[in-house]
Each structure stands twice: as structure tokens, then as C-alpha cells.
């Protein structure tokens, strides 16, 4: 039986897309750039800002670090001025949320997202799960897919890596698992496609919330 689960937030937990494409799109045009439409966005997430920022400049801009740092910080001022606009949970995942809970399945978060977003929303959203760790981009440590923070998280939980379902809806989240050691879930409601999921190494795919609960005592 596994003891915890390690999930990934944008495009797992929350439906973050509309709000994270509006403030790259509102950053983009104060910068004079075009904009991009909003299922571009699906595969411009995932990686961190910087990289998000590199994705949507033209190429000329995105090389020049002075104009990436600039966009960096202007992306991070648009968020936070709409990042509880259109964000919801998705359908189903509150009910998951409680019924972990009253399983005693450990939960934590960890995220691409800068830090301080990351806690604000979980704060936000799921002001009553007992998350353990809710955990994002922090300076001078690397990101997903880098296995660093996952197994900080499984040390602080003093939990095994082989203990964590691992569940999330990019190619980003199943290499993390799988360099991690834990059991990796692809989300088939977020931002990318089974067929990405799948090649790179999701050992599980699950179309809906609920369906994790059946992967806790397999």
C-alpha cells in the first residue's frame, strides 16, 4: 500500500491555464511582443518561469538576458495580479483531497511554480487539506525534472520514495517519479496528452480524481 502522494499542481490539482496564459500575454504586450493563444500554453507551462518567458519571447529577445529577466519579472507582476481569476480545482479533486485525507494518505505538493505562488494558492484553495509540504521554485535549487525536491520531500516526510504515488499531467512530472523512485500517475484532464504521458514513462494513467484511490492499496 503506498503512504503518500506527491502531486504536481498547475494542471493537476488547479486549472491554472486561462490565468497563467492571460498574465504571459498581458506581460508579452507591454513589452511590445505578440501574444500567443491559449492552448499554445499548454506547452509553453511546466518548466518554470524563466523557461515559460523563453518559450513565448521571439528567439532574438529570448537570448538577450537583460529582456528574459524583464519579462521574467513582468510575467510575475501580471500573475499576481489575476492568478485567482479563473483558476478553479478541477472537477473531482476536492472530493480525492478529503477522501486521502480521511485515509490517512499522506499529501504534499510540488510544483514548477515559483515558491511564494505555490503556498499562496494552496492557501487559497485548499485552505483545509493538511498538505505536509506544499513546495515550489525556489532560488539555486533546480526544478522538475530534476529529482532534488521530491526526495527532499520524501526526507522531510521521513516516507521512502517507493512509498509516493506520484501523480501529474506532464512529461516533466513522470521523468521526476521515475528519477525519484516513486510510482508515476499521469493526469489525463490536464494540460498534455496521454500520448506524451505515456512516453515518457507514466506507469499509471488515470482519467479522472477519483480513479488514484483504486492505485493506493494496488
Known amino acids: ?16 491555464l486561462e490565468d497563467l496564459a492571460d498574465a504571459v500575454n498581458a ?23 524563466e523557461t515559460l518567458m523563453r518559450r513565448t519571447l521571439p528567439a532574438s529577445a529570448a537570448a538577450d538576458p537583460e529582456l528574459l529577466a524583464r519579462a521574467v519579472n513582468r510575467q510575475r507582476t501580471e500573475y499576481l495580479a489575476r492568478c485567482y481569476a ?36 494552496v492557501r487559497h484553495y485548499f485552505p483545509r487539506v493538511p498538505f505536509e509540504i506544499a513546495r515550489g521554485a525556489r532560488p539555486g535549487v533546480p526544478v522538475k525534472p530534476d529529482p532534488g525536491s521530491a526526495l527532499q520531500v520524501a526526507a522531510e516526510m521521513r516516507l521512502a520514495p517507493g512509498e509516493y504515488l506520484y501523480l501529474g499531467d506532464t512529461n516533466t512530472d513522470m521523468l521526476t517519479a521515475r528519477a525519484a523512485g516513486m ?5 489525463l484532464w490536464g494540460f498534455r496528452t496521454e500520448t ?9 494513467l488515470i482519467a479522472a480524481p477519483g480513479d488514484l484511490l483504486g492505485l493506493i492499496t494496488s
Not at 500500500?1 to 494542471?11: P, S
Open 183 to 187: 510510482s508515476s500517475v499521469g493526469a
Open 196 to 204: 506524451e504521458l505515456r512516453e515518457s514513462g507514466a506507469e499509471r
Open 1 to 16: 500500500m503506498k503512504r503518500a502522494v506527491l502531486f504536481d499542481l498547475d494542471g493537476t490539482l488547479l486549472d491554472t
Open 27 to 49: 506581460a508579452l504586450v507591454a513589452l511590445g511582443f505578440p501574444t500567443h493563444a491559449l492552448d499554445a500554453y499548454r506547452y509553453f507551462v511546466g518548466d518554470g518561469v
Open 86 to 121: 479563473k483558476t478553479r480545482p478541477y472537477p473531482g479533486v476536492p472530493e480525492l483531497l478529503d477522501a486521502l485525507e480521511h485515509r490517512g494518505v499522506r499529501m504534499a505538493i510540488l510544483s514548477n511554480k515559483p515558491d511564494a505562488f505555490v503556498g499562496e494558492m
